[in-house]
């Protein structure tokens, strides 16, 4: 199994509203997927600062990494004026 399977395994293996009578499992479904989102986004928020700020990482390895492009990279996850090229 390759990683990329391996995480939509997890993805589809967590539940945390699936019993919530609220919602309906669609609407479930939903919220589990967005806490899973919001969790990965706040992760890759920090770490990618604490790599620019404190072991020199350059936001163009960051974006190589993240597979994006730069402009996009530093306006979605830099924080705190960290400007490392």
């Given amino acids: 199994m390759n990683t990329f399977e391996f995480a939509r ?3 589809a ?3 945390n509203d699936s019993h919530n009578p ?3 499992p669609g609407e479930a479904e939903l919220h589990d997927l967005a ?3 919001d969790a990965v986004e706040e992760h890759i928020i920090a ?3 604490e790599l620019v700020r404190f072991e020199g990482l350059s936001w163009t390895a960051v974006t190589a990494a993240l597979h994006s492009c730069p402009s996009s990279v530093r306006r979605r996850y830099l924080r705190g004026g960290a400007s490392n090229e």
Avoid: D, G
């Fill in 13 to 15: 293996a967590f539940h």
């Fill in 35 to 37: 806490l899973l989102r």
């Fill in 22 to 24: 609220n919602l309906s």
């Fill in 9 to 11: 395994e997890y993805v």
């Fill in 47 to 49: 770490r990618a600062n």
